[in-house]
């Protein structure tokens, strides 16, 4: 069964990217440039995947808003894919947090766009960004941070209550901060008359999720974002369909997808906390392989069961902020 998980994901990774499809219509529907490859979701919203995390699409009327730019590489592919979608302007980009492969393309991006007047402090044309207030502090180096970018990169507007409310494209675009999660700057991104929401790395269905504690993340912090994500969402029928999530990572999907995500996330969790309550070190907790039956399915060489059980221990612990940044984002 591992083997079979394993090389499962080979042929995703080998793919390009795995947002393969229960809620892709059919193959033509794969159209994108170069790197990056476009998928409808539901009613206006596409997903590209590409190098780095998934970003969202809204195109309509107004013009065109997406949720993460990949990576810098990526960026020109990303804006020549979104020209392919619609010949209106890009006028706002909001980031899920600050990590390089989902604001990478952003001075790209935003530059190829044009500026809407609204809280935007910089101006002079480009789409705006927005993001949670710590995700633009780390990106404008005001906080220490490998996300450091250059200006054209940095959010225009952030804010630092609990939801940003947006109106665009006809219908109510809500972004909503999930505290203490993968980082302390997630967002999700609902699109509310499309019912899809746009959830960032708290969300990663191809893998275990990174919990950068170094950068503020916690363990119980991403569970209850998950449950948020359950919240929001409603299932069509026999718990499939209705509301459509597009992961930081991996393929698009539904309320029970995330059901199913939540449950491994809660389970790891409380393995964990019982080995911490049995006083064991980390090295003893890693040893009991409490990941051990969902290795085959979560795991890789970039992020290992090891990894993870690391992450949520140090969370659980309250490890100093100096604890190893994981190597996968
Ligand atoms: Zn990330």
């Known amino acids: 069964?591992?083997?079979?998980?394993?090389?499962?994901?080979?042929?995703?990774?080998?793919?390009?990217?795995?947002?393969?499809?229960?809620?892709?219509p059919s193959a033509a529907a794969n159209s994108g440039v170069g790197v990056v490859h476009l998928w409808p979701v539901q009613r206006n919203i596409y997903a590209a995947v590409g190098p780095g995390g998934n970003t969202t699409i809204s195109v309509g009327d107004e013009g065109v808003l997406i949720v993460d730019t990949m990576?810098?590489?990526?960026?020109?592919?990303?804006?020549?894919s979104i020209k392919s979608l619609s010949n209106k302007p890009?006028?706002?980009?909001?980031?899920t947090h600050s990590h390089r492969d989902h604001t990478g393309g952003n001075a790209v991006v935003s530059r190829s766009g044009v500026y809407v007047a609204t809280g935007n402090t910089r101006g002079g044309g480009g789409a705006s960004i927005l993001s949670f207030e710590s995700a633009l502090m780390r990106l404008n180096g005001s906080a220490e941070s490998p996300d450091k970018a250059p200006e054209a990169g940095w959010p225009t507007d952030s804010f630092f209550v609990k939801q940003k409310d947006m109106f665009f494209n006809g219908e109510p675009v809500v972004t909503i901060h999930q505290p203490a999660a993968h980082t302390d700057a997630d967002a999700i991104v609902f699109f509310r008359r499309s019912d899809v929401i746009a959830a960032g790395d708290v969300f990663t269905p191809d893998r275990y999720p990174?919990?950068?504690?170094?950068?503020?993340?916690?363990?119980?912090?991403?569970?209850?974002?998950?449950?948020?994500?359950?919240?929001?969402?409603?299932?069509q029928f026999n718990e499939e369909g209705g509301t459509m999530i597009v992961p930081g990572h991996g393929r698009i999907c539904d309320e029970s997808d995330v059901g199913d995500y939540r449950d491994m996330v809660t389970i790891v969790r409380d393995r964990v906390q019982d080995l911490i309550a049995k006083k064991m070190t980390l090295a003893q907790a890693k040893a009991?392989?409490?990941?051990?039956?969902?290795?085959?399915?979560?795991?890789?060489?970039?992020?290992?069961?090891?990894?993870?059980?690391?992450?949520?221990?140090r969370s659980l612990t309250a490890a100093p902020a100096s604890a190893q940044r994981a190597p996968s984002r």
């Open 210 to 235: 990174v919990i950068d504690v170094a950068e503020g993340g916690s363990i119980n912090g991403l569970i209850a974002a998950l449950n948020t994500l359950l919240d929001l969402a409603v299932p």
């Open 288 to 313: 009991a392989r409490p990941t051990f039956d969902y290795d085959g399915v979560y795991a890789s060489p970039s992020y290992t069961g090891d990894m993870f059980v690391e992450a949520v221990y």
């Open 71 to 80: 990576t810098a590489e990526a960026a020109p592919d990303l804006v020549a």
């Open 90 to 95: 890009i006028r706002w980009i909001v980031n």
């Open 1 to 24: 069964m591992r083997i079979f998980f394993a090389l499962v994901g080979t042929l995703m990774a080998a793919s390009g990217g795995s947002l393969v499809a229960q809620n892709t």
